[in-house]
């Protein structure tokens, strides 16, 4: 039903339909939390950035990434860009900040993304005061399930995202068994073990389930900053 339902979704938005509010309101408005400090790569971190190059990565559109390497973090700029290496089920830490100077409102202001295999996509928005439906918004598995909590900090602040996923599986029956998605943002429990039943969110550069795939940060148009960037691949 889950997979109907996300199906659906994806059929009407890339028919370019109006969903009404049905669907993209039908979660209530996550309440605000205030979230405390952040942290640093373990010994067994895989780093993918630390601050200074994007050798890890490679752009959306082939060839180096575009994105601006400076003062210790990278901006959003021509293209996404994905892993070179391909992971399965990882936890991964990633710390990023919207925009200081704010521009645009909804899905429009500091919009990017962390694609999981390409395809599954939690959020990066500026939710700080800025209203969107709640499976859009900062810390999302986009249009699958909203956050418990907003915890976004405000723009031009550093924020991190610790993630827990295991992607779904592929079984020889030809059915999928589902992942999951457990997600800390700014140290707040988010995202509990969500199910990831294996259709792709919308702007995936990969879909359909499979062992392994790259991580894909998304340029969606706004200036967003990323630093200190490292994953533990499970299992
Ligand atoms: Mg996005």
């Known amino acids: 039903m889950k997979n109907t339902t996300s199906l659906l979704r994806q059929l009407l938005l890339s028919s370019g339909l109006t969903l009404g509010m049905s669907l993209f309101a039908a979660d209530p408005e996550p309440r605000v939390v205030t979230p405390g400090t952040a942290g640093a790569p373990p010994s067994d971190a895989i780093v993918l950035f630390d601050g200074h190059d994007l050798s890890a990565w490679k752009s959306e559109g082939g060839g180096e990434p575009k994105w601006k390497v400076a003062n210790g973090y990278a901006e959003v700029s021509g293209g996404g860009i994905l892993t070179k290496q391909q992971f399965g089920a990882i936890?991964?830490?990633?710390?990023?900040a919207s925009p200081?100077?704010?521009?645009?409102?909804g899905q429009g202001r500091g919009n990017s993304g962390v694609y999981f295999q390409g395809r599954y996509e939690i959020q990066v928005l500026d939710s700080y005061q800025n209203k969107t439906y709640p499976n859009g918004q900062a810390s999302a598995f986009y249009l699958h399930s909203a956050p418990l909590v907003n915890a976004c900090r405000k723009p031009g602040e550093w924020q991190t995202y610790d993630i827990v996923f295991h992607p779904p599986k592929p079984g020889a029956d030809g059915k999928v068994?589902?992942?999951?998605?457990?997600?800390?943002?700014?140290g707040v429990l988010v995202q509990d073990h969500v199910p990831v039943t294996g259709d792709a969110t919308v702007a995936a550069k990969?879909?359909?389930?499979?062992?392994?795939?790259?991580?894909?940060?998304q340029d969606h148009g706004n200036p967003v900053h990323y630093r200190n960037i490292w994953v533990r691949p499970l299992e």
Do not use: R
């Open 91 to 96: 936890q991964l830490h990633i710390e990023w």
């Open 100 to 105: 200081a100077e704010v521009k645009g409102e």
């Open 177 to 186: 068994a589902a992942g999951s998605f457990t997600v800390l943002h700014n």
């Open 206 to 217: 990969f879909s359909g389930a499979t062992p392994t795939g790259p991580l894909m940060l």
